[in-house]
């Protein structure tokens, strides 16, 4: 009964470096967001993902790339970290946006430094 | 601009009183509004409302939604401890965009 899954949890990366974080689901959702949350912000979407193969960008997308190769994987991408993407990342997943499932399934959550 | 706002910013009650947070949205094509409670990790599902004027309760939480005036209520009655979070308001609009407030952060004091 995972839900949806992020990894890393954590971690430190200086800056111009590379990374990916992964969210996995295993709900059969259709669709994937990923957001950051950072001090008085809120939560803001990054990109989000309508289906496999599809993907969106969404209210803050400059320095992150997406993938959704597969239904239940949905891959968020810094090519070249900057301090200022030093957040909290989380994916989230919905079987459909609206609706009677339309609530937003979150993963626990991945904190990123960048130094 | 779409936007979310949740007032007060934080809360300190003590145990046994009764709260009300608020969540004003201006939001084209608004769908739902949805309650979500967070602590240290995961935001946790409270409540999605998309009719006006009708109640949703859980145990001591109850909300309500008013679409003419563009606001919702999260209540709790009888804080414990445990209610200690930071609750967020989210507005769902077509064009699968969700939007956040910022949050409202409780404490609750024993």
């Known amino acids: 009964n995972a839900g949806v899954t992020q990894t890393p949890k954590f971690r430190v990366l200086k800056t111009g470096q590379s990374m990916t974080l992964l969210c996995a689901q295993d709900m059969n959702h259709e669709y994937m967001y990923w957001y950051r949350q950072d001090p008085g912000m809120g939560l803001r979407l990054i990109h989000y993902?309508?289906?496999?193969?599809?993907?969106a960008k969404g209210e803050v997308p400059d320095g992150y790339n997406v993938s959704r190769l597969k239904k239940q994987n949905f891959l968020l991408g810094l090519e070249s970290a900057a301090p200022s993407q030093t957040s909290v990342y989380f994916c989230?997943?919905?079987?459909?946006?609206?609706?009677?499932?339309?609530?937003?399934?979150f993963g626990e959550g991945s904190r990123l430094t960048v130094l | 601009e779409d936007k979310v706002v949740q007032s007060p910013l934080s809360l300190v009650v003590h145990e046994g009183d009764t709260v009300t947070l608020n969540c004003s949205y201006e939001v084209t094509n608004f769908r739902s509004l949805l309650w979500y409670k967070q602590e240290k990790k995961a935001p946790t599902f409270l409540f999605m409302l998309?009719?006006?004027?009708i109640e949703k309760k859980s145990g001591r939480l109850s909300s309500i939604l008013d679409k003419k005036e563009l606001f919702s209520i999260l209540n709790i009655t009888a804080t414990q401890t445990g209610d200690s979070a930071v609750y967020l308001c989210a507005v769902g609009a077509t064009g699968n965009q969700f939007y956040f407030g910022t949050g409202t952060s409780l404490t609750v004091i024993p």
């Open positions: 993902s309508v289906g496999e193969g599809t993907t």
């Open positions: 998309t009719s006006s004027g």
């Open positions: 989230a997943s919905n079987l459909r946006p609206q609706g009677r499932s339309g609530e937003l399934f």
